[in-house]
């Protein structure tokens, strides 16, 4: 595998190795000891959770806080445009966002680890999306971003298409009400 640093350093696209011949492909998408390494961290995934979404459907800006959840993210089928959002009070990046194309034909995974909020949008007819975490869905402690806070300027592919979002990401909080990690 090959782990390539982003604009937010601790934010890494994992590529792996792909062996395909005209039969199709076989690649390693998980590997704990080998992005451990990457990473200088140990993980522990204890869910693993599938989505699927229509073209131009935008989930996230999302976040727990307590129970913060690392991410390691891909997808399957189709193609979506991941963004993570750092708000670590702490962190040089505070603020900042990164976004990476992942599909089925790149097979790029995201790790985008506790402390950050998480957001996709659909780029193909269809996705299918993947994600392993480091901790378990808290719907108590789950918060949301506006994905289109001016503050934090993310520059979403929508092609002047309005995204679909769920009423739930449409009343997300501005960048300046949200709560932070420390």
Known sequence: MNVRPTAIPDVVVVEPKVFGDARGFFFESFNRKELEAA?????DF????HSRSAK???????????????KLVRVVRGAVFDVAVDLRRSSPTFQRWIGEVLSADNKRQLWIPEGFAHGFLVLSDEAEFLYKTTDYWHPEHE???RWNDPALGIEWPTDGIAPIVSGKDAAGTSVADAAFFP
């Open 46 to 49: 204890v869910q693993d959770n």
């Open 39 to 43: 990473l200088g961290r140990p993980l």
């Open 56 to 70: 131009n459907v935008l989930r996230g800006l999302h976040y727990q806080l307590p129970n913060p959840q690392g």
């Open 143 to 145: 918060r949301t971003i």
